[in-house]
């Protein structure tokens, strides 16, 4: 199943906004702002890019027929590889978010890039549940759950800039 999203940094540079997503102290912050009760978060220099890694535990906000599967929480890990910014001075990552322990992931891509006014973030990737007969059924409520987590982590950032 496919996901894109696009949210505005009314504002905010792409250095800006890159800055914030590339900062441990915020990803956790984040982290506790969206209600996981247990996370880790690591952040790798490289190159002018970095890897951002998040382990957390958190409610799982799905309907009860996949409760029953995931129980009443989930460990998501996010992975996020971004590059160095390019001549325009805007970024891009690969993105990877597992349930770990289900056979459910998204891979795509985020573009972080400057418009008039501010900066432009967007994510596009692939839902994949792995299950016979109901996979299809459960990758909008986890492409929900993304979306979800992607907006709450938006809106608390604008708050920090």
């Keep these: 199943m496919k996901l894109s999203e696009k949210f505005s940094y009314e504002g905010a540079s792409v250095e800006a906004v890159y800055g914030l997503l590339a900062n441990q102290e915020f990803r956790t912050e984040s982290c506790e702002n969206q209600g996981a ?9 490289q190159g002018g890019g970095s890897t951002v890694t998040i382990i957390r535990t958190q409610d799982a906000d799905m309907p009860d027929f996949v409760k029953k599967l995931t129980g009443s929480t989930v460990k998501v890990k996010q992975t996020e590889v971004w590059s160095a910014p390019d001549a325009s001075g805007n970024r ?14 998204m891979t795509g891509t985020a573009k972080l890039f400057a418009k008039e006014g501010g900066s432009d973030f967007t994510v596009d990737g692939d839902v994949k549940v792995s299950i016979p007969f109901i996979g299809k059924k459960i990758e909008p409520e986890v492409a929900k759950a993304i979306r979800a987590s992607l907006r709450e982590e938006v809106e ?4 920090k800039l």
Aim: hydrophobic letters at 35%.
């Design 156 to 159: 608390y950032g604008m708050t």
């Design 92 to 105: 891009t990552a690969d993105v990877k978010v597992s349930i770990i322990g289900q056979p459910a992931e």
């Design 37 to 45: 009760t247990d996370y880790t978060v690591t952040v790798e220099e």
